[in-house]
């Protein structure tokens, strides 16, 4: 019986459930014996001229050995922007030595021997910054009065897409306009960053961080630090959650690497959670303006899409994620005319990275929001308008009006499958009851159908590594180029190779993250790593046992066609006949039997769904409960159940929690307003309802596992279902539209301005 | 300043700073660095320990407070045959973990809150885990492990190293 | 993340606590559990130079019937509040909010007496304290007074206590079995009230309405004028300055006390 598609329980966990994990933060080495600790400084103003930076009084604190500032950083240049389309003049210093362009941003560094210490010094490093008026909302940076960075001449980092045509909704009956707001998020890994870095006598630098994807940062470090790529190392140790925002080396990993060689001494950073607050990247921040037109019958005809994507002071990839916006614009629906343009804006805040989603999610609560203010407007069952403008069923590959080809996709059965097992009817029944008799406790119903991009080109195509090697004492070993941080990759990985070469599953140890080991490799991102990172195990492992055929075909002097795969020895056996083969632990015994191999997809695969949210309500308060998820998610065949759920439970609460609680605040000034944990509503136990999962899997044909990504399908389906369903609850009363998150004061107010007959603000029909 | 705490079981007495955080302490002088520090506002429960047979926030107390305690970590639920204690046990049977930052905390607050109520409903766990935040797993199936460890009776909510103290 | 130094010293009683007040004044701060203290050292919002720990003083930790008082002492635990059989029978109100403080873990540490000294507005033990009409008993080494709970609470986290008085007892008169209520309003079960509403007998105390926990007075002339429940919840936001914060605005939180004030009363009823 094979073990793929079973709930395997991890391989990772009997360590992580004692001992415990080693984070970085965590790490015991001889080569960081007696590293330094480093503490960043930063500013506490979004925006502004640095006077003069003190150290004098820090200098004289205890412990401290170095206190650096951008002067002593003057050989390194200036972090240019990652893309191309990005004004070149849009530099970030490593230090800010002439201005600050958010709070956080890192102004000195100090250096001491013990971790607290570096609290107390950094204390008495005096700032000294002349304020320049901050730009924190989007309008602000697009007029240009105050820039960010005047060489650029523009606060605006990106432009995609062409102006929209005039004649987009010529011809439609209905047309729909709403301004949505998809607010900026913070990822909240619950392990900080951390890096160490260490110079060896050879001249190497080894750096130690918490990363999803080591390859990436070894390449921009050399490259920042003018350093020979193979004069650094980098190690990934557990890293404790990632969900995009540890894409990238930042530029703290290089400064850690730079102060090592600098105190000629190791060092040490791990920052506090009121630090990543400010200096991870944050998530989403586009504000959109969707436009939906067609016919009163319920036939979409065309969609409009404009997007002002918030990038944050320094441009990031978050800058570039409305690529993936405008190209997954359309979503599951047969939209004849769909235009979508967007542009990046640089502002005085953190900068926005991936998360979750990266761009799709945006593109799917677009999409979804105007379904059902569409359906509204025509007086349409929302599942119903859904229905009638569905892409049919496909197995061959579908290209959209926007430029995206999906696989395979049978988006009528999702939305069929998940309203069955939401009990639809049932629902709208109680829901029509309940408003009958004009409960306080009103229940909305919320709905999404989505399909996202997963495995997409990542500058190096659509593939990635494997080393698959089985040892003279049975035991194998693979080395992947991608990286996990929770996804349970070694589990299912070491399955892969278990099933096809008949070892047990606790003999396969599964390698990631040293650069060293693994010099190439993709890392572990969109949702890549079982399509092109499992599909290159599976290859590895059938070119290890057709490499095994050719040697124990010279041993047993035997015809390499008579040789059968015997998965009990494990190894080769001469057909019929039983006894007369030769393990896999023997052939290495005599020649090291190792592969290594590149599985290419060649394409992205298009994962889908569909959500049923189910809410409650109090419309006194506003305050909403979320009571049932149920979801369909599509991922293809699924490799590990348990696994796969595990994905979805984890994605469909963060999409929750950007509905219901959670978003980055700052004021007009620039200062954030939510920059702890005791202010960010980070979703708990108690807001969340345990899930429905419903099972769908149309293979891809893209990898022999049939496998598309699920990592961020959960999140991109679960927002827009519990935003409509939020909306549902109340729209009875007369409210149209409420933007995320969806807070009970919110909710009132749309409630009260539903009454007085006025619409809430951004919506024009 | 000198502080005498009993850690998993194995009494010691060390020289602190009175600002030293028990978490740190923990971490950094016991060298157990299973429990882990996510925050800084007593906000996420990663650094969840057992003081006395209550479930404490070791970011939150003075390694000087802890003078005279007994404290018990993720470390100390192990046994010398390496089977896992019930509660870590149906961690990982319900794959109630993914990157396991939050987990060490979240396996010592269960089994406080089991401690108090021994056969929660689903909510009661809920509840009960209030205080302590995960971003990997959207708490389902920790929820399920907790039930889990529910039904494997008193040793769900037995603490081994406190047995073995005296006095 | 980590507090400022200072010394620390660990009171064996609390005469000794009282004269390490004394010294030290305005630089010392008591520590009992430690959990709205902490919290705020580590940010480096609040800097003392010395710690005085109490929070072993188990002679403060108790919750005993004193004829139609309960009286409680200082160092005693929400959690052991929460589960104190006397509580529930007699202050149920009391035990009931001792359980909605956070999650389990600050439950386990935080003292009543802690809470109390910390002032803060937001917080849900005094929210009831207040309706209840306590009676906070503080020590000085000159001696003792009492304090009712409505002249405790001063301004935003100041508090009547002296800097070298600590809180030793809170005494609660016993309501038994009278119908009580508490609404709390948060975002996220565990979290500090965006507003609450505490009402027993005839007295409701209103959390996060202003700079400290408050009474409702206009309510309770309504209530004792005749007026219903719903009458008299119209009045909660009278003489309330509730701020605006991204929770709620001023509006909202005038909205949320007249609405959970009728909750509450109607609790009062069942």
């Not at chain 1, 650069?515 to 890549?528: E, H, N, Q, V």
């Not at chain 2, 107390?61 to 100390?76: D, K, N, P």
């Not at chain 3, 059989?85 to 389990?104: E, K, N």
């Amino acid at each position: 019986m094979s073990i793929l598609g079973t709930r395997v329980v991890r391989t990772e966990d009997p360590l992580f459930l004692t001992k415990g994990a080693t984070y970085t933060d965590d790490l015991v080495d001889d080569r960081l014996a007696g590293a330094l600790h480093a503490t960043f400084v930063r500013s506490q103003i979004a925006h502004g001229r640095v006077l003069s930076v003190d150290t004098e009084d820090a200098m004289q604190a205890p412990g401290v050995v170095a206190v650096i500032t951008s002067a002593d950083l003057a050989d390194l240049e200036p972090l240019k922007p990652a893309f191309s389309s990005v004004p070149k003049e849009m530099l970030r210093p490593w230090l800010a030595g002439d201005t600050v362009r958010f709070v956080g941003d890192p102004v000195a560094i100090v250096l001491t021997e013990q971790r607290y210490q570096g609290e107390d010094a950094a204390e008495l490093v005096a700032v000294d910054i002349e304020a320049y008026p901050a730009v924190v909302r989007l309008e602000d940076a697009a007029s240009g009065r105050t820039l960010l960075f005047p060489d650029a001449g523009t606060n605006v980092a990106a432009t995609f897409g062409d102006p929209r045509p005039e004649d987009l909704f010529e011809g439609c009956e209905v047309v729909v306009t709403q301004a949505l707001l998809n607010q900026r998020v913070a990822p909240v890994p619950l392990e900080t960053r951390a890096a160490a870095a260490a110079w060896g006598q050879d001249g190497r630098v080894t750096i130690w961080c918490s990363t999803q994807a080591a390859q990436q940062v070894r390449d921009q470090i050399a490259r920042w630090l003018k350093l020979e790529r193979d004069l650094v190392h980098i190690i990934t140790p557990d890293v404790g959650g990632g969900f995009g925002a540890k894409i990238g080396a930042d530029p703290e990993f290089a400064l850690v690497a730079w102060l090592a060689k600098h105190m000629q001494r190791p060092v040490r950073w791990a920052e506090s959670r009121s630090e990543n607050l400010l200096g991870m990247v944050h998530g989403r921040g586009q504000e959109q303006t969707v436009t939906i037109g067609g016919r009163r019958d319920g036939t979409v005809e065309a969609y409009g899409l404009e997007i002002n994507q918030d990038s944050g002071a320094y441009p990031r990839n978050g800058a570039m994620l409305p690529e993936l916006t405008i190209l997954m614009a359309p979503g599951v629906y047969g939209i004849e005319k769909v235009h979508a343009s967007a542009r990046s804006l640089v502002t005085n805040t953190t900068s926005i990275g991936a998360y979750r989603g990266a761009g799709r999610p945006e593109a799917t609560a677009a999409i979804e929001r105007a379904m059902d203010l569409f359906a509204a407007e025509i007086g349409m069952d929302p599942a119903e308008l859904r229905r009638r403008n569905l892409l049919p069923a496909f197995a061959e590959p579908h290209e959209t009006p926007t430029g995206a080809t999906y696989d395979s996709g049978d988006y009528t059965v999702a939305l069929d499958k998940v309203l069955e097992a939401a009990g639809y009817d049932d629902l709208r029944r109680e829901q029509a009851v309940r408003r009958e008799g004009g409960d306080v406790y009103q229940l909305g119903i919320g709905l999404s159908v989505y399909v996202e991009i997963t495995g997409g080109d990542n500058g190096d195509g659509n593939r990635e590594r494997a080393q698959l090697e089985v040892h003279d004492d049975g035991r194998a070993t693979i080395l992947t180029g991608v990286s996990p941080h929770g996804q349970g990759h070694a589990t299912a990985f070491a399955m892969l190779a278990s099933n096809q070469l008949g070892i047990a599953l606790d003999k396969i140890a599964v390698l990631h993250g040293d650069t060293d080991r693994i010099p190439k490799g993709g890392g572990t991102m969109g949702s890549r790593s079982l399509q092109q990172g499992g599909a290159a195990v599976h290859k590895a492992a059938g070119e290890l046992i057709e490499l095994a055929r050719t040697r124990a075909a010279q041993i047993l002097e035997a015809n390499p066609d008579d040789l059968v795969l015997d998965l009990a020895l494990p190894g080769l056996s001469v057909s019929g006949t039983p006894g007369t083969g030769i393990s896999f632990a023997e052939l290495a015994a005599q020649e090291r039997l190792l592969v290594d191999t590149i599985f290419d997809a060649g394409a992205p695969t298009f994962p889908f769904g569909a959500h049923v949210a189910v809410v409650e309500v109090d419309i006194e308060s506003g305050k909403a409960q979320l009571l049932r998820m149920v979801s369909v998610d599509d991922a293809g065949t699924i490799l590990n159940p348990l696994l796969a759920e595990g994905q979805r439970h984890g994605g469909i609460a963060q999409g929750a929690a950007q509905v219901l609680l959670e978003e980055v605040l700052y004021d007009d000034d620039g200062n954030p307003l939510t920059s702890t944990l005791a202010d960010y509503p980070f979703i708990s136990a108690t807001e969340l309802p345990s899930f429905e999962l419903v099972d769908m899997a149309t293979p891809t044909t893209l990898n022999p596992l049939g496998a598309k990504g699920i990592g961020e399908s959960g999140t991109i389906g679960s927002t827009p279902a519990v935003q409509n369903a939020v909306i549902d609850a109340v729209a009875h009363l007369g409210v149209r539209h409420i933007d995320m998150p969806a807070t009970p004061m919110r909710v009132w107010r749309a409630i009260n301005e539903a009454a007085k007959g006025s619409a809430p603000k951004g919506t024009e029909s | 300043m000198q502080v005498s705490i009993t850690v998993n079981g194995q009494s010691r007495t060390d020289d602190v700073e009175p600002r030293l955080l028990l978490a740190h302490y923990l971490r950094e002088v016991c060298q157990l660095r299973a429990t882990n520090i996510g925050c800084d506002t007593t906000s996420c429960g990663a650094c969840t320990v057992m003081v006395d047979g209550l479930t404490v926030k070791s970011c939150t107390v003075l390694a000087c407070q802890a003078e005279g305690f007994r404290v018990t970590t993720m470390e100390g639920l192990s046994s010398e045959d390496g089977e896992l204690h019930p509660v870590p046990a149906a961690f990982r049977a319900e794959h109630g973990l993914q990157c396991g930052f939050c987990t060490p905390g979240m396996v010592m607050a269960a089994i406080g809150m089991l401690a108090d109520n021994p056969d929660p409903t689903d909510r009661e766990v809920r509840e009960g885990l209030e205080g302590n935040l995960c971003r990997c797993t959207g708490y389902h199936n920790i929820v399920r492990a907790v039930r889990t460890a529910a039904a494997a009776g008193p040793a769900a909510s037995s603490v081994p190293s406190d047995a073995q103290v005296t006095a | 993340m980590i507090p400022a130094p200072f010394d620390y010293v660990r009171a064996g009683s609390v005469e000794e606590a009282l004269a390490a007040l004394r010294d030290h004044g305005d630089e010392a701060k008591l520590l009992a559990g430690g959990h709205s203290l902490l919290p705020l050292m580590k940010l480096r919002l609040a800097v003392p130079t010395h710690l005085i720990d109490v929070g072993h003083l188990r002679d403060l930790s108790y919750v005993r019937v004193e004829g139609d008082v309960i009286a409680i002492g200082a160092t005693t635990r929400h959690h052991e509040l929460e589960t104190s059989t006397v509580a529930a029978s007699d202050a149920p109100l009391l035990a009931h909010v001792a359980g909605r403080v956070g999650y389990p873990q600050v439950r386990h540490r935080g003292t009543i007496g802690g809470t109390l000294a910390h002032g803060d507005p937001a917080s849900d033990p005094p929210t009831a304290l207040l309706a209840l009409d306590a009676v906070i008993v503080v020590q000085a080494t000159t001696g003792r007074r009492e304090i009712v709970a409505t002249e405790f609470f001063l301004g935003f986290f100041e508090t009547a206590l002296a800097a070298e008085e600590m809180i030793v007892e809170v005494r609660v008169p016993r309501t038994g079995s009278v119908g009580w209520g508490y609404e709390k309003f948060t975002r996220r079960d565990n979290d500090w009230p965006i507003v609450a509403a505490a009402a027993v007998d005839g007295r409701v105390a209103l959390a996060n309405m202003g700079g400290t926990v408050l009474r409702a007075s206009a309510v309770e002339e309504a209530l004792a004028a005749g007026a219903s429940a719903e009458e008299a919840a119209q009045q909660a936001a009278e003489g309330t300055a509730p701020s605006s914060d991204m929770h709620a605005d001023g509006d909202y939180r005038r909205h949320l006390a007249r609405l959970l004030t009728r909750r509450a009363l109607e609790s009062v009823a069942r």
